[in-house]
């Protein structure tokens, strides 16, 4: 069980936030525009949280190598960035969770491989802004998740050390750069998980199936 924390970080897309229906629709706003049917739900969300690169190859079997992709890629972020939390909501328990952290008091934060420019407008809309007491984005340090500067440029503006911060993920990257951050790592085994390893094999101190079973583990 991870150490009792005095802070906390989250990741945002499948841990925090269930983003996966305003990435299908902007999938599929592709998708007609080329005469092509619907890709459904269920094949959009294993791939969210690899980003453009994940969803342009599940619905239209085009990756980084291919030429089209980097026009792709802008006309899906354009499609996203144009309705960017329409369905999108907290994921069940994650309200409750924070508002438990919040009434200790201890602070908290977002940390997301999601660019500054899509993170800032989602989260306000989520009604978290106010409430996070940092958010950083792929974009903000110089490297991004799996490394650890994006966590500990996190802690330090939470002015807590690492070591006293519970990380919260739903990739496995999110593991390795708390693990190279030095902090407690739990893992969000209800969010996008992709195809690679099951999170029982990522290395985290614990793996939670709902957000509502991540405060034992946080010592609230």
């Not at 890629?73 to 919040?102: K, M, N, Q, W």
């Not at 008091?105 to 802004?129: C, D, F, M, Q, S």
Request: aromatic share 6%.
């Amino acid at each position: 069980m991870p150490r009792a924390s005095t802070a906390f970080l989250f990741d945002l897309d499948g841990t925090l936030a269930d983003t996966a229906p305003d990435m299908a629709r902007a999938v599929n706003a592709m998708r007609a525009h080329r005469g092509l049917d619907p890709v459904p739900l269920a094949q959009v969300r294993p791939h969210v949280s690899s980003g453009a690169r994940g969803l342009l190859q599940s619905a239209f079997g085009v990756g980084p190598e291919h030429g089209d992709f980097p026009a792709m890629r802008e006309e899906f972020l354009h499609h996203y960035e144009s309705a960017i939390c329409v369905e999108t909501a907290l994921f069940p328990g994650v309200d409750s969770l924070l508002s438990a952290i919040e009434a200790k008091p201890l602070a908290w934060g977002i940390v997301t491989n999601k660019h500054e420019r899509y993170t800032h407008p989602l989260v306000a809309a989520l009604g978290l802004a106010s409430r996070a007491g940092v958010v950083v984005g792929g974009d903000t340090c110089e490297r991004a998740k799996p490394f650890p500067d994006p966590l500990l440029f996190a802690a330090k503006r939470l002015a807590v050390p690492p070591s006293a911060v519970l990380y919260v993920g739903d990739d496995v990257r999110d593991v390795h750069a708390a693990r190279a951050a030095g902090m407690a790592v739990v893992a969000a085994g209800y969010g996008y998980l992709g195809e690679g390893l099951p999170p029982h094999q990522w290395g985290a101190d614990a793996v939670v199936a709902h957000a509502g079973e991540i405060a034992p583990h946080a010592g609230l």
